[in-house]
């Protein structure tokens, strides 16, 4: 296998902003508009948020700033990539190994996440219909126990996914994201001011941001770890994948602070979009996943307009999903293609079916599957989201993170970063060395020996 193998016939971003609204496309999912809103809900608000924003700074940036750096350097797909920057810096080429992680993580997210993404989809319509019909907990029990409804929306989902990959970087997610982020960033903007008008505003913002550290246990600083580790996309080789395509005269450490800063005003935004709303009709903010499905749907069923902007609602976060499931199926198609074995058409058709039909037990999970265990007691979807969100996802971040403190030599590190004051390199190198990947290994610890 030649090592010079390029990545660039697939094309580059056009602009830096291309890249940052596709890197932040891929970060920006259902874990920031879904999971922050409810993590913050069950861990007492406003101090998660704050150990959230420290885990960004701390964990997050130093290792997405890592990936980009071993992306753009190469010039590969994440499994070439790591191959040649380990060649280049004369240790082995084994490190490849993290680039198969990052892909095989890609693929498994892909297959659950488009199911619950088809779930959103599903909420457009449902929640433009179905006011006063039934109640929300009623609603969901109904969308999730029917496989056929699962697995239609599941497959809708792919589909859209698997055409935007396959029409290649300028083409497909680049022409997409320019217009998708733009949308999600009006949408948001819509629902924040709505629920400014018509929630309970001040409520939800002393919820969110008075910090109450009494409530702080040893669970809300790894769930906070964790949603800041995991909403940035890190570890499965998407933002590695992205920062092939960026061009050389773009600024790495720039960027990444726009991608995390943009992540992050996302997050907390869907909180002030959500809190107010759910305070407003005396709704439960530590509701856990149902928060979305259950809380709000309930609240558009209550409020004036909610047959507009229920639907509103579902399309951000439809949206927030699509532009995290193409990141998640690029590093593979790169691959096959990069080699080729296929072509970026046919490799995006491949691995989308792979992902769809391993999708259908997740599918299962909800209804004739649910009393199956598969690893421990957990169902096929959950054995699958353990696999990736608490194994590979980590693991990959960290031997990110070692792989370039440790081994990647410090001359390609600096010619790739560019120009850049020595005490904030400084600082990054020891983040990057020390501070990463020991939290990460935190995380992985305590997730199988809780306090």
């Not at 082995?92 to 890609?106: C, P, Q």
């Not at 869907?270 to 709000?296: C, D, H, Q, R, W």
């Not at 198609?333 to 990069?338: F, G, H, K, P, T």
């Amino acid at each position: 296998m030649e090592i010079n193998k390029q990545l660039k016939s697939h094309g580059s971003w056009i602009g830096k902003w291309t890249f940052v609204l596709a890197a932040s496309g891929s970060a920006v999912g259902l874990g920031n508009i879904w999971g922050f809103p409810y993590k913050a809900g069950t861990n007492g608000g406003s101090a998660f948020v704050l150990i959230y924003l420290a885990c960004i700074l701390m964990i997050g940036l130093p290792i997405m700033i890592s990936e980009i750096v071993i992306g753009r350097r190469a010039g590969n797909s994440p499994v070439n990539a790591m191959r040649r920057i380990a060649i280049d810096s004369n240790t082995t080429s084994l490190w490849r190994f993290v680039g198969w992680s990052g892909i095989l993580a890609g693929v498994l997210i892909l297959s659950f996440y488009s199911v619950i993404a088809g779930i959103c989809l599903n909420y457009i319509f449902i929640s433009a219909t179905s006011l006063g019909l039934m109640s929300s907990p009623d609603q969901f029990a109904k969308v999730i126990s029917s496989p056929f409804n699962l697995l239609f929306w599941h497959t809708i989902f792919m589909i859209f996914t698997a055409l935007i990959v396959s029409a290649g970087i300028k083409d497909g997610i680049g022409r997409m994201v320019k217009i998708l982020m733009p949308m999600l960033g009006l949408l948001m903007i819509f629902m924040v001011m709505y629920a400014m008008i018509n929630g309970d505003f001040d409520k939800a913002i002393k919820f969110l941001f008075a910090p109450d550290f009494s409530n702080v246990t040893s669970d809300t600083l790894l769930q906070a770890m964790g949603q800041a580790f995991f909403s940035l996309g890190l570890g499965m080789g998407s933002i590695m994948a992205y920062g092939a395509y960026m061009a050389k005269d773009q600024d790495i450490v720039s960027n990444s602070v726009s991608v995390a800063s943009l992540d992050t005003m996302v997050a907390i935004l869907a909180g002030i979009a959500i809190f107010p709303i759910i305070f407003a009709f005396n709704l439960e903010p530590n509701s856990g996943p149902g928060l979305v499905f259950v809380s709000m749907l309930s609240a558009f069923n209550q409020m004036q307009f909610g047959q507009f902007i229920g639907p509103l609602f579902f399309v951000l976060l439809s949206i927030a999903a699509l532009s995290s499931s193409i990141s998640l199926l690029e590093p593979g198609v790169a691959y096959l293609s990069e080699e080729g074995i296929l072509s970026r058409r046919k490799s995006a058709g491949m691995i989308s079916l792979i992902a769809w039909i391993l999708g259908i037990g997740s599918a299962l999970s909800f209804n004739a599957w649910s009393d199956f265990k598969f690893i421990s007691d957990r169902n096929f979807l959950d054995s699958i989201e353990f696999i990736t969100n608490q194994l590979l996802l980590p693991l990959g971040g960290m031997f990110i993170a070692i792989f370039v403190g440790w081994f990647m030599k410090k001359s390609l590190i600096k010619d790739e970063i560019g120009e850049i004051n020595p005490i904030l390199f400084g600082l990054w190198l020891f983040f990057i060395k020390y501070i990463a990947p020991t939290g990460v290994a935190l995380v992985i610890f305590f997730q199988f020996f809780p306090i």
